[in-house]
């Protein structure tokens, strides 16, 4: 069974620090990754998808890296501000015509 | 474009009622997916149509949950006798076909009092 892993389950961080957030999961036979953005009382907001034949994908400040063989996932967030706190979730399918499976997302803050 | 939208957009029920969450997906999306996200849980998957295939149901929790999709476009998450923890916010995506990205409505929140 897939099991896709976030930590920390929070982070804060100062205005226009690049960070990363880390996204591993168990089984690396899957057919393409997406990571989504949830506002509080939102839906998700698709940020990225790559799929398992790509290594990373890039829009605009975010840019998103895979290595299916190591079973991680990178979402790095260029010179960060404060409209990027949000919760960032990363989910992973197993096949075409599959459901995708999610981690339980990390919750960013960035401070002004 | 009209992107995913989903009613109601928050529900109130008695524990033992039946309710009806529907979503209308992006036109001319084939496939169609519920999520329920609750806390703690994060988001499960509950059930997936594509075109005319067969539904893959294998993550409604008890079979008081069913789902249809009409003309394969809206659909309709029934659940029936509600319970408290059934509370939580469902979420319907759509996709062009089972492949790629998916595009997720606002979500319906249930509150089981």
């Known amino acids: 069974k897939q099991e896709v892993t976030q930590i920390p389950a929070a982070l804060s961080v100062p205005e226009g620090e690049n960070l990363v957030l880390n996204c591993s999961f168990t089984d690396s036979a899957i057919y393409n990754l997406q990571w989504f953005r949830q506002d509080p009382g939102k839906g998700l907001t698709s940020l990225l998808l790559?799929?398992?034949?790509?290594r990373e994908q890039t829009s605009g400040r975010l840019n998103a890296s895979l290595d299916k063989s190591s079973g991680r996932s990178t979402l790095y967030i260029a010179a960060s501000q404060p409209g990027d706190s949000a919760t960032y979730l990363c989910?992973?399918?197993?096949?075409?015509?599959?459901?995708?499976?999610f981690g339980k997302g990390i919750t960013l803050s960035v401070r002004p | 474009g009209a992107g995913v939208s989903q009613s109601p957009s928050n529900k109130v029920t008695e524990k033992g009622k039946d309710v009806e969450l529907r979503c209308d997906p992006i036109?001319?999306?084939?496939?169609l997916y519920w999520y329920r996200q609750s806390l703690g849980q994060g988001l499960e998957f509950l059930i997936y149509f594509q075109g005319n295939s067969a539904p893959d149901k294998s993550g409604l929790p008890s079979d008081r949950f069913s789902a249809e999709r009409t003309g394969g476009s809206v659909s309709t998450l029934t659940i029936q006798r509600t319970q408290q923890e059934d509370s939580a916010v469902y979420l319907c995506a759509s996709s062009l076909d089972g492949r790629v990205e998916q595009y997720f409505g606002p979500g319906t929140r249930l509150t089981v009092t």
């Open positions: 036109s001319g999306h084939t496939a």
């Open positions: 790559i799929q398992s034949s790509q």
């Open positions: 989910a992973v399918r197993a096949g075409a015509n599959s459901k995708l499976t």
